[in-house]
């Protein structure tokens, strides 16, 4: 029997999570044109904490802003997806 792909939203995840600390796991991902990212996900039960969302929307405006230096990743967006906030982001091998 095979084993269900793996999802977040329009993303297919790759393997194991890369990481995960007290507010989001990140995961390698694949979108629907074969292109690899970075997923980071706020873990579920923090969504409805207003104040780690607003933490987790200022991580993402701080990195937008940090990326003309060579040692930021990118990150690409910030979207809710299933109902979990997440960044989409640059994947460093």
């Known amino acids: 029997m095979a084993a269900a792909q793996r999802q977040i939203g329009p993303y297919k995840i790759v393997g194991r999570p890369l ?9 390698r991902v694949e979108d629907s044109n ?18 780690i969302v607003e933490r ?7 990195g937008k802003k940090m990326a003309r230096f060579n040692n930021f990743v990118n990150m690409h967006s910030l979207e809710k997806v299933d109902n979990s906030w997440c960044i989409l982001m640059q994947l460093v091998e």
Request: zero cysteines; charged letters at 20%.
């Open 56 to 62: 987790f929307k200022q991580e993402f405006a701080i």
């Open 19 to 27: 990481g995960s600390g007290g507010m989001a796991t990140v995961y």
């Open 34 to 51: 074969g292109q690899h990212a970075a997923l980071k996900v706020l873990h579920a039960h923090l969504n409805r904490e207003r104040k």
